[in-house]
């Protein structure tokens, strides 16, 4: 989101303001929600909003929500946090790993729910996920081997691959983890794994160019910031007939062979039971950091079949998803 465009989010909001001025109860608090994310591709907004009404707070009537986004560009997040710091919140939602790390790097003690972050533990943001400690809770996405899952249901959907490339965002904290996990799997895989960093778009571009002319047999998007600049990837790889590994489902809408993540609804759903929970008087030191108990495997057969790849039987099978 550029600069004019969060000028006329905020004037959006004093719109709102007014009118949910005029529609509260009389004695009833508006409470003040604050969401910050790195890119709106990363926030389910329609699910938080429902999930969060039906726990009884009405946006428009006892609820502001104010949202505001990097429009994938992290280093604008640090400006980000001072502007959404002067608003006044009862609750930050923090959604993912860059965006919570600038948070708690800037002070302030506004309770932060963390949301679409991997592994809070590793990246310092909770003591624990039973008893966090601090002053931020929330839902992880992950569990440890995810990252290894998603490369080997790669190779059972792909029995003859040999090469993969990995798109990774070298600036998200999230990153080196899995590119580990990745390194350690893989050889028990019969895979070679090249790594892959860029930015933004141009840089997919360019090194797509130079991956593709190394034979590269597949590519394997990297959960986290590198979801935001996968939809050119899917794009030509598309294109050149190869076939791309992406980390949530609506990236396998936008084209991607297959995806296999934690349920997305549910997630936002757990990330609203946070924010009413400390709307409510709760300590975020005291609320469990929640994981995901349900993953969905999406594959798409539409895809599969313009890049001249068919999907084992029993893996088409196991699918959460199949889009035709």
Same mark, same amino acid.
């Given at each position: 989101?550029r600069?004019?465009?969060?000028?006329?989010?905020m004037?959006?909001v004093?719109?709102?303001?007014s009118?949910?001025?005029?529609?509260?109860? $009389?004695?009833e &608090? @508006?409470?003040?929600v604050?969401?910050?994310?790195?890119? *709106?591709? +990363?926030?389910?907004?329609?699910? =938080?909003q429902r999930a969060?009404?039906?726990?009884g707070h009405?946006e428009g009537?006892?609820?502001?929500l104010?949202?505001?986004?990097?429009?994938?560009?992290?280093?604008r997040?640090?400006?980000?946090v001072?502007?959404?710091?002067r608003?006044?919140?009862d609750?930050?939602v923090?959604?993912?790993?860059p965006?919570t790390r600038a948070i708690?790097?800037a002070?302030?003690?506004?309770?932060?729910v963390?949301?679409?972050?991997?592994?809070?533990?590793?990246?310092?943001?909770?003591?624990?996920?039973?008893r $966090?400690g601090? &002053? @931020?809770?929330g839902?992880?996405?992950?569990?440890?081997? *995810?990252? +290894?899952?998603?490369?080997?249901? =790669?190779?059972e959907a792909?029995p003859r691959?040999?090469?993969?490339?990995?798109l990774?965002?070298?600036?998200?904290?999230?990153?080196?983890?899995?590119?580990?996990q990745i390194?350690?799997?893989?050889?028990?895989?019969?895979l070679?794994?090249?790594?892959m960093?860029?930015?933004?778009?141009?840089?997919?571009?360019?090194?797509?160019r130079?991956?593709?002319?190394?034979?590269t047999?597949a590519?394997?998007?990297v959960?986290?910031?590198?979801?935001?600049?996968?939809?050119r990837?899917?794009e030509?790889?598309?294109?050149? &007939? @190869?076939?791309?590994?992406?980390?949530?489902?609506?990236?396998?809408?936008?084209?991607?062979l297959?995806?296999?993540?934690?349920?997305e609804?549910?997630?936002?759903?757990?990330?609203?039971?946070?924010?009413d929970?400390?709307?409510?008087?709760?300590s975020?030191?005291q609320?469990?950091?929640?994981?995901p108990t349900?993953?969905?495997?999406?594959?798409?057969?539409r895809t599969?079949?313009?890049?001249g790849?068919e999907?084992p039987?029993?893996l088409?099978?196991r699918a959460d998803?199949?889009?035709?």
């Amino acid at each position: 989101m550029r600069r004019r465009e969060i000028i006329s989010l905020m004037s959006g909001v004093a719109v709102g303001w007014s009118s949910l001025a005029r529609a509260q109860q $009389p004695g009833e &608090r @508006v409470r003040r929600v604050g969401v910050l994310t790195p890119s *709106l591709v +990363q926030l389910n907004r329609e699910v =938080l909003q429902r999930a969060l009404e039906q726990r009884g707070h009405k946006e428009g009537v006892n609820l502001l929500l104010i949202i505001m986004s990097a429009d994938g560009e992290l280093e604008r997040l640090a400006s980000l946090v001072e502007q959404i710091a002067r608003e006044e919140l009862d609750v930050i939602v923090a959604v993912n790993s860059p965006t919570t790390r600038a948070i708690l790097a800037a002070p302030g003690t506004t309770p932060v729910v963390m949301a679409m972050v991997s592994d809070p533990i590793v990246l310092g943001f909770v003591d624990s996920l039973s008893r $966090p400690g601090g &002053r @931020v809770t929330g839902v992880a996405t992950v569990i440890q081997d *995810l990252a +290894q899952k998603r490369l080997a249901l =790669l190779k059972e959907a792909l029995p003859r691959l040999r090469r993969v490339t990995a798109l990774l965002h070298p600036d998200d904290p999230i990153t080196e983890p899995q590119r580990l996990q990745i390194a350690d799997i893989a050889p028990s895989l019969g895979l070679e794994v090249d790594f892959m960093p860029a930015r933004n778009s141009k840089e997919v571009e360019e090194a797509f160019r130079q991956e593709l002319a190394a034979k590269t047999d597949a590519f394997f998007v990297v959960a986290g910031q590198s979801g935001v600049i996968a939809a050119r990837l899917v794009e030509l790889a598309r294109q050149h &007939r @190869v076939p791309a590994a992406v980390p949530i489902r609506e990236q396998v809408r936008w084209g991607g062979l297959m995806s296999y993540s934690a349920d997305e609804v549910d997630h936002w759903e757990r990330v609203a039971i946070q924010v009413d929970r400390l709307l409510r008087g709760a300590s975020p030191s005291q609320i469990p950091v929640e994981q995901p108990t349900k993953f969905n495997l999406v594959l798409n057969v539409r895809t599969a079949r313009e890049i001249g790849v068919e999907f084992p039987a029993n893996l088409l099978a196991r699918a959460d998803e199949v889009i035709e």
